[in-house]
């Protein structure tokens, strides 16, 4: 098992980390840094058995793709460098790999998340769920594992700011087997987030359905469409509302909110279908796979 921790300007909390996941006996550790511009690089030369390298690529996703490549053991998990994950939680997701290709850590955060972060995280995961199909816990956890011939096969391209995602959808596209465990969630160990809350969440729920349009568009416009009963239904309350309280018959009123209702009808019906094939698609996977 390598132990991969991607970091960028984390001075305040690589060396602790480090140590943390030493003591627990995980001597294969790779940090993958983006050309930090604090003590991170000292730090961690500070620690002789410890890999440094030097990212390419943008972003998190860079700092994957890096690690992926130069990766040789059967298996490997990411965490975040500011120290905001407990490496006592790398045990947990030990036994799962016997049978699952990637496991997810789902955040136990609520005292330590804010509710306004909480918020986001449900929103993000479950536009993400709706639009994939799934039942992925923690979306934007960045606490995983997996096999390393699978994470080799993985080639992020167009999102490397929010790679989390890119990465499940990528997984779920090619059928692997996915599972979670809870894991702690901690105060990061000093200095600010690097990410703006409100821009991050919008880049998020803009990358969700940008993937899906890629990877499950049957699914995305089917969803879409069914949106047509919103206004659908408002139209019908409008004209209902006219013809009781003002004896005002608007047939116009009544066909379109018709003609509405058969449209997200019918989306709706074909993204119930699109959900329920890409369920039985993964059960027929996982059955493959364990045969």
Request: charged residues 20%; glycine residues 6%.
């Amino acid at each position: 098992m390598t132990v991969v921790i991607p970091t960028l300007n984390e001075e305040q909390a690589i060396g602790k980390l480090i140590q943390e996941t030493k003591a627990l006996g995980y001597s294969r550790i790779m940090v993958v840094d983006a050309y930090s511009q604090d003590r991170t690089v000292e730090i961690v030369n500070g620690f002789e058995d410890v890999r440094l390298i030097q990212q390419h690529g943008r972003g998190k996703a860079g700092a994957l793709q890096t690690a992926f490549l130069l990766v040789d053991t059967p298996y490997l998990v990411v965490l975040d460098g500011d120290g905001s994950y407990d490496p006592r939680d790398i045990d947990r997701f030990l036994f799962p790999l016997n049978k699952f290709d990637f496991v997810k850590g789902e955040r136990q955060a609520k005292t330590t998340m804010s509710r306004l972060h909480r918020l986001g995280n449900f929103i993000i995961t479950r536009s993400f769920n709706l639009l994939f199909g799934t039942e992925v816990p923690d979306v934007c956890s960045g606490f995983y594992a997996f096999k390393t011939e699978v994470a080799k096969n993985l080639n992020f391209e167009k999102h490397p700011l929010t790679v989390e995602q890119e990465m499940l959808a990528q997984l779920i596209s090619a059928g692997h087997a996915i599972t979670s465990v809870p894991v702690t969630y901690r105060k990061r160990f000093g200095g600010r987030s690097k990410t703006h809350t409100w821009r991050q969440g919008f880049r998020d729920l803009i990358t969700n359905i940008d993937l899906s349009r890629s990877y499950n568009p049957i699914l995305l416009f089917s969803v879409l469409a069914s949106l047509i009963l919103i206004p659908a239904f408002i139209l019908l309350l409008y004209a209902v509302y006219l013809y009781f309280f003002f004896h005002a018959y608007h047939s116009g009123y009544f066909l379109a909110s018709l003609v509405l209702f058969v449209l997200g009808a019918q989306g709706f019906t074909v993204s119930t279908i699109a959900v329920m094939l890409r369920r039985i698609e993964r059960k027929l996977n996982s059955i493959g796979k364990n045969n």
